[in-house]
């Protein structure tokens, strides 16, 4: 498909939606009773789940910082998440390039020197793939995270955005990726608004760059705005029965 198909005279995209129009979002937390937190994520098509174990010991006493925790994270995509079947370990160079993105990003926010010679392990597991992977898996470690009740400095929202035909569009679908239109992936702490990662899997003229990385940071304070929702409700729901 070329990318003049992927946009409508109209200005809709191959799914419905106007170029600055975030897919639907459900989550919902405590969806994983033998981890200390965890959350599921759907984005449009793209299923997350993230499980939080800690903190809890180190598992390898010469990996121990005696000031803080570390952060392990681990991130695996199921072969049936694709429309077509992939073989994928969470060993391959993209997977381990993932988690090491989603580490960075959350070492930056977990309040880790709050728990010296200790481990927080994030587990990630992709169930359906329809674009924005690396997004969904920030959204729900954030959730996640604040399920455990692991202390961070801010929320950690993320948003892909990209250019189609030279028309900034926001959180691509699959379709749309598999296109290569220039896509870039936003973290944002919504609080401060501090920008926490970038990523790039392709180039992106140095004229669209602005256009792009405005409409991601926007639709990463649309997606704070959901995941706050949801937490405000859980937390309503915990109060509810402890009155009860």
């Known amino acids: 498909m070329s990318r003049l198909e992927l946009i409508t005279p109209e200005g809709l995209r191959i799914d419905g939606r106007r170029a ?3 897919r639907r979002i459900t989550a919902k937390t405590s969806v994983f009773s033998q981890s200390d937190g965890s959350a599921y994520i759907e984005q449009g098509n793209t299923k997350c789940l993230a499980a939080v174990y800690g903190p809890r010991e180190a598992r390898y006493r010469q990996q121990m910082l005696s000031d803080r925790a570390i952060l392990n ?3 695996n995509i199921a072969p049936f998440s694709f429309s077509e079947r ?4 969470k060993n391959d160079k993209r997977s381990l390039e993932m988690a090491s993105f989603i580490r960075q990003t959350f070492e930056q926010v977990i309040l880790t020197s709050q728990f010296p010679r200790s481990q927080i392990d994030i587990y990630l597991q992709i169930f359906q793939h329809d674009g924005g992977v690396l997004q969904s898996c920030i959204n729900a470690a954030t959730m996640a995270l604040i399920d455990a009740g692991i202390p961070m400095s801010d929320y950690v929202c993320a948003c892909s955005a990209g250019s189609i035909d030279k028309v900034p569009v926001l959180d691509l ?3 749309e990726e598999s296109s290569d239109a220039p896509e870039l992936t936003v973290a944002l702490l919504p609080r401060s608004g501090k920008v926490n990662l970038v990523e790039m899997e392709s ?3 140095i004229d669209s760059l602005q256009g792009v ?3 991601a940071t926007q639709g990463c ?5 959901v995941l706050n929702g949801v937490i405000k409700e859980n937390t309503q729901y915990l109060m ?3 009155k009860a």
């Open 213 to 215: 990385m405005e409409l």
């Open 240 to 242: 509810d029965r402890l």
């Open 20 to 22: 600055n129009e975030l």
């Open 173 to 175: 679908n699959n379709l």
């Open 203 to 205: 180039r992106l003229h």
């Open 73 to 75: 994270v681990e991130f």
């Open 86 to 89: 992939k073989k994928r370990s």
């Open 221 to 225: 304070m649309q997606v704070h705005k």
